[in-house]
């Protein structure tokens, strides 16, 4: 990188003053590796239509097959196996990429785990009952509360204090900006959280919530119509909210749960983010975390898999052979065609995989009226860049002496989660992961990911964070970066409601589709909502009686 | 003086040339370039008695610091210092050849020795059990180096003088420097840079006089490159000691402690300070205080017998004892007095605490060599991360001793948190018993009963109780156990006598009166850390 390419590289991703600061300094170039889904060879055979042959393809049997290994593949393996399918040969799950868990998945080095994607879920609320039965198997449910919601074990729920964020040479506990506000900052503050308060406190006929995860548990009929047409931004305008340190942190919490800023995030999505975590006492639920994040739960999800996982697996066709019988065509990991063939298959891909290998879903998206535009609206994905900066030992910091999330009020990053505060390892080595989402339109944002290469970005990444610790360059050890071409569902303005989404083309015959992304918004709860429902659903068609986990 | 020198006989015809006329002997008339010259050598002669001085000052000082006793230690240093002296005067003898080049390398050696005495003595009293040795030697060799400067200094100038007027100028100079110093050490060294750096100034002042004198005396001299260069080299280092000071004591740290410090090491997990004051020493970590040799027997009785107590009201031995933090010996050298005790696992976040506690002749005397004990086993881990650790999950104690310090910060409050005593809980064996440190129950009332509840809360059976530690205050502890669990009444045997504590003190130990009573707290969870911000709000009251 010469010198005036790097400040326009750090002036693009960082804004003008970070570069300039950067560049004051040499940068400093620690070893790592570049890391993302292996995209090259999923290109070459499903974008880019690769024939089936027709001959020498091996053929094998299974009751259920899963196509994708992420939280929701993985949650549909876990409920057809606790549903009674437990037989090795019953399930198959059939994963792309050499390890399973999406953006769920994680990393480890000698120091500790460490997430490359989503690290916490908060505790559930009473209607979230599969993911308390989930956590009751991992141990950390002590009890149920008054309103029906699980007692989660102290170990598991965010260590205090939960962030920080660093304004002006500072850093200032929680993520809002306390220091210097005005009386009318304050009184905004107050307001904001009454009228997402007020959201939160609405029900339906049937004693539904308007905003709740799962989504499927939310009221059919209140929230979405009004808030789906605008945006969080427009919404926070109409009603007056002005304050510059209020805008920024709902900008903030659009940017880290959708990858969106506030003006593009629809609004039901940006009062989603704040009233579902809002449980029967009104108080936010707390953040249940793992030093590796969300890869805790799907390592347990992939032990109860087991034997009935396959990774590097490409599926390039899934056929529906009537009601009784579909087969799923591809190649395994050591690249010999294979047909898998079940009585029922759940594709749990995201929807632009899922519409080139089931064709009978292409065919259904054709039928559908304004199909073009549900495509360009409705399943947008983000870009982001995922780094993991390994440190010998800790920076110094001014103000709030740590945090789990560590947040610059200045830079469209959204900071760093550390991976062993939860441990309680407060001194010494230890693992910090960078996250960036790029708010780009969808085309864009994966140009931009991909027009930098690792060193550029463990760059940016660097100069972001040296703004908050100037000794930082000289204890970073590697910096190992991930690059996310589609990482997230994006929930856009005029998305349109997420009902009408979820409810078409949802199965079709013996293929059911679940991804989080039926639901418009990533969140781990929604995929293993859809994970659950379509194997209860095969659970049902195959007549295998089990009690619903919904 | 030695009169016959056959090499200093040369120069003698200069001295003809520019020398006095024999019959007004008393006023010399010199060239004023002379005359300056010898104006500049008598003000070195002002400077390096200040700087000697200094030195012996300096010792003296720093060993009534750190050994106390300040009549013996003056007396001591002062008495070798001037022996040296005198030994160095009748080894200048034995100097027949370049004078002037002898004179200049004792400079250097001087400000070399000298200006790093502070530093190293302070180093030797921190590592080595021959601390009193190293006292004597240095200042041995930097009394004998002080004492060869006047003897070759007059040696220099003799031929510039006549003896009588030789002699006087000298020595009213050498006793007008030693003024200076003694003026200059009290107003203006100590209390403005402290020892290290005042010693290491010194000892630059002396390297730079070692540079001027070789300009001053470049007639006497065949080559001054060498000198120079060494002399240069020893400033160097002295000023790069000047500048590393910081690392044995912050300059702006001198101020916030009472008394001197004698130790200070910046280690990774917090800031280790040993002061010294009239008859006592303390131990201070991040400045916050740990203990005071005068009274740390209040606190350390009342932290481990009311437990071991408890224990043997039941019938109950104890021998298998786990301290958690406690790096400074202290509770450990308590608990090998239990008559029956086995064995004792301290698990300490900070190896320089516990390898200083091990080593440091001052507090090995404190905790009677504690870690030498082979009942004793040291483990180095942040003691939250150690009862985590499935390694240690099925051991199990009589007894767990919880001596953090204060909860003042995020990374300290973890250690008060339901989750680690329900951790400590699971590794106490049948009847075991658990205490721990709380803070005042006066001074953080909230704190200390937030502690207490969180034990509570942690499923155990609590008994409050308080001592008074006059450096402290009133100090506060809690002991639990499973079950049920009542205040001892008979103090257990112990293979040494108790000095705070028998039977009926054991007793009041347990009586909070109203103003240390109970109040309305949030229980202390790591997902909330509620004792870090009641710990922080408490204490702004009275600091």
């Keep these: 990188m010469s010198g005036p390419s790097r400040r326009e590289l750090l002036t693009t991703l960082l804004g003008a003053s970070a570069a300039l600061a950067a560049c004051r300094k040499p940068p400093t170039r620690p070893a790592g590796e570049l890391l993302a889904p292996d995209l090259e060879r999923a290109h070459r055979l499903v974008r880019d239509g690769a024939p089936f042959p027709r001959e020498g393809v091996r053929e094998e049997r299974t009751r259920v097959a899963v196509v994708g290994g992420g939280p929701a593949g993985l949650s549909a393996a876990w409920r057809l196996v606790r549903g009674g399918l437990d037989g090795v040969d019953d399930v198959r799950v059939l994963e792309l990429e050499a390890v399973v868990g999406g953006t769920s998945r994680s990393g480890e080095c000698d120091v500790t785990r460490y997430p490359w994607g989503a690290h916490y879920v908060p505790v559930p609320v009473r209607e979230a009952r599969a993911l308390a039965t989930l956590l009751d198997e991992l141990g950390v449910v002590e009890g149920r509360a008054r309103d029906g919601s699980p007692i989660i074990a102290e170990g598991v729920l965010c260590r205090a204090p939960e962030e920080r964020l660093f304004h002006r040479g500072l850093w200032y506990e929680g993520l809002y900006l306390y220091d210097g506000a005005s009386h009318d900052d304050l009184a905004q503050l107050r307001r904001f959280r009454e009228a997402i308060g007020a959201w939160a406190r609405v029900r339906d006929a049937k004693g539904r919530r308007a905003f709740v995860t799962p989504i499927s548990h939310a009221s059919d009929d209140v929230a979405s119509g009004e808030l789906d047409g605008r945006s969080m931004r427009a919404w926070m305008d109409e009603r007056g909210f002005t304050s510059p340190r209020l805008r920024w942190l709902v900008d903030y919490g659009c940017r880290d749960d959708y990858g969106l800023s506030s003006e593009e995030t629809s609004a039901w999505a940006g009062v989603f983010y704040f009233a579902a975590r809002l449980g029967e006492t009104g108080r936010s639920a707390p953040l249940m975390t793992w030093p590796e994040g969300n890869g805790r739960l799907v390592r347990h999800l992939a032990g109860v898999a087991g034997a009935r996982l396959r990774t590097g697996w490409i599926v390039r066709n899934v056929v529906i052979r009537g009601e009784r019988e579909v087969a799923v065509e591809g190649w395994d990991a050591a690249g010999a065609p294979v047909r898998v063939v079940a009585e029922r298959a759940i594709v749990a891909t995201p929807r632009y995989v899922a519409r080139r290998i089931v064709p009978a879903l292409a065919e259904a998206i054709a039928r559908e009226p304004g199909a073009a535009s549900d495509e360009a609206l409705a399943f947008d994905y983000g870009a982001w860049v995922v780094a993991n900066l390994h440190l010998r030992d800790r920076p110094s910091a001014r103000g709030c002496p740590f945090a789990w999330d560590n947040v610059l009020f200045d830079s469209p990053s959204l900071g760093y989660v550390v991976a062993t505060h939860q441990t309680g390892l407060d001194h010494g080595a230890t693992v910090w992961t960078w996250y960036y989402a790029l708010t780009q339109p969808g085309r864009e944002a994966r140009e931009r990911l991909l027009s930098a290469t690792r060193e550029e970005w463990a760059d940016v990444a660097l100069a972001d964070l040296g703004r908050a610790h100037s000794d930082l360059g000289g204890l970073v050890e590697r910096v190992d970066v991930f690059r996310w071409g589609h990482a997230m569902v994006r929930p856009r303005v005029g998305a349109g409601a997420a009902r009408r989404r979820r409810d078409g083309a949802r199965s079709s015959g013996p293929v059911h589709l679940a991804h989080t992304d039926l639901s418009g918004v990533a969140l781990f709860e929604e995929a293993q909502d859809h994970g659950v429902r379509a194997a209860e659903e095969v659970l049902d068609a195959l007549g295998v009686r089990s009690p619903s986990m919904r | ?543």
């Design chain 2, 1 to 543: 003086m030695h009169a016959s020198e056959p090499r200093e006989a040369a120069p003698r015809p200069i001295r003809r040339i520019w020398g006095p006329p024999p019959a007004v002997p008393k006023e010399p008339v010199e060239p004023p370039a002379r005359k300056a010259a010898v104006s500049l050598l008598l003000l070195t002669v002002l400077v390096i008695a200040t700087c000697g001085l200094v030195y012996e000052l300096l010792a003296s000082t720093l060993a009534s610091f750190v050994l106390g006793d300040a009549v013996t230690q003056y007396s001591t240093v002062i008495g070798v210092y001037l022996s040296a002296m005198g030994l160095g005067a009748w080894l200048s003898r034995y100097v027949n050849e370049a004078v002037a080049r002898t004179f200049v390398d004792v400079e250097i050696s001087v400000a070399l020795v000298g200006g790093l005495s502070a530093p190293v003595l302070f180093f030797a009293f921190a590592h080595l059990s021959w601390f009193r040795l190293a006292l004597y030697l240095v200042v041995l060799v930097i009394g004998a180096l002080v004492g060869m400067e006047i003897p070759l200094l007059l040696r220099i100038l003799r031929e510039r003088f006549e003896f009588r007027d030789l002699v006087a100028r000298v020595l009213t100079v050498d006793y007008l420097g030693a003024l200076v110093g003694s003026l200059a050490f009290p107003i203006f060294f100590v209390p403005k840079l402290g020892l290290v750096r005042t010693s290491l100034v010194i000892g630059a002042i002396n390297a730079a006089v070692a540079i001027t004198s070789t300009s001053l005396l470049r007639g006497s001299l065949r080559s001054v490159t060498g000198l120079r260069v060494r002399a240069g080299i020893v400033l160097g280092v002295l000023i790069a000691g000047i500048v590393a000071a910081d690392r044995l004591t912050l300059l702006a740290e001198d101020g916030m402690y009472a008394d001197e410090i004698v130790y200070a090491k910046q280690t990774p997990y917090q800031r280790i300070v040993i002061t010294r004051g009239k008859g006592s020493f303390q131990l201070f970590l991040s400045g916050n205080l740990q203990f005071s040799s005068a009274d740390e027997y209040r606190y350390h009785e009342a932290l481990v017998w009311p437990a071991v107590s408890v224990r043997a009201r039941d019938g109950l031995p104890t021998r298998d004892v786990l301290v958690l933090g406690g790096g400074d010996g202290l509770a450990v050298r308590e608990l090998l007095r239990v008559p029956e005790l086995l064995r004792v696992t301290l698990v300490d976040l900070d190896p320089a605490m516990t390898r200083l506690a091990r080593t440091m002749p001052l507090l090995r005397a404190q905790n009677e060599g504690a870690f030498d004990d082979p009942r004793v086993h040291v483990e180095t881990a942040d003691a939250y991360v150690w009862l985590s650790d499935p390694v240690n999950a099925a051991k199990r104690y009589d007894l767990v001793v919880a001596d953090f310090p204060d909860p003042n910060h995020y990374a300290l409050g973890k250690l008060y948190t339901t989750r680690i005593y329900r951790w400590m809980r699971e590794h106490l064996s049948g009847g075991g018993v658990l205490v721990v440190q709380s803070t005042s129950p006066l001074f953080a009332r909230r704190s200390y009963w937030c502690i207490a509840r969180t034990i509570q809360a942690a499923g155990l059976a609590v008994a409050p109780y308080h001592a008074l530690v006059p450096s402290f205050g009133e100090w506060g502890f809690v002991l639990a156990r499973e079950g049920a669990l009542e205040a001892p009444t008979t103090l257990a045997p112990s293979t040494r006598p108790r000095r705070a504590l028998d039977d009926a003190s054991l007793r009041a130990l347990f009586v909070l009166g109203p103003d240390m009573g109970a109040e309305p707290v949030e229980i202390n969870r790591l997902d909330n850390q509620v004792l870090v911000h009641y710990y922080e709000e408490d204490w702004r009251k009275y600091l």
